[in-house]
Nanobody
């Protein structure tokens, strides 16, 4: 059974940085695609960044140039480095995974229904 556990959220001022981590437990080596999603109050969950097992990444337009997704297979972890944070980045951030590759699919084309495994989320709050 695969379990995903996020950590690293917190409260920061605009312009600050946070690094989110997603620790995975179980058959993570067979997961071809992992991603970060976020959900702000009253809004739908949206894709932020994806990481394919080939190392191919994709980012939402709103975070390009500010966020970086990476993976450490040795530690079975997925990371999201978030710099130059803005108040509109405030949301509950989720880690997601699936067995099929997301190579060639932009994060904008991936939705909640495309991932079978989810973490519980970690809160990010950015104040102005």
């Amino acid at each position: 059974e695969v379990q995903l556990v996020e950590s690293g959220g917190g409260s920061v001022q605009a312009g600050g940085s946070l690094r989110l981590s997603c620790a995975s437990f179980g058959y993570i080596y067979s997961m071809s695609c992992m991603a970060w999603f976020r959900q702000a109050p009253g809004k739908e969950r949206e894709g932020v960044a994806s990481f394919d097992s080939d190392g191919i990444t994709s980012y939402a337009d709103s975070v390009k140039g500010r966020f970086t997704v990476s993976q450490d297979n040795a530690q079975n972890s997925l990371y999201l480095q978030m710099n130059s944070l803005k108040p509109e980045d405030t949301a509950l951030y989720y880690c997601a995974a699936r067995y099929t590759s997301c190579r060639g699919i932009a994060i904008q084309g991936l939705g909640v229904q495309d991932f079978g495994y989810w973490g519980q989320g970690t809160q990010v709050t950015v104040s102005s």
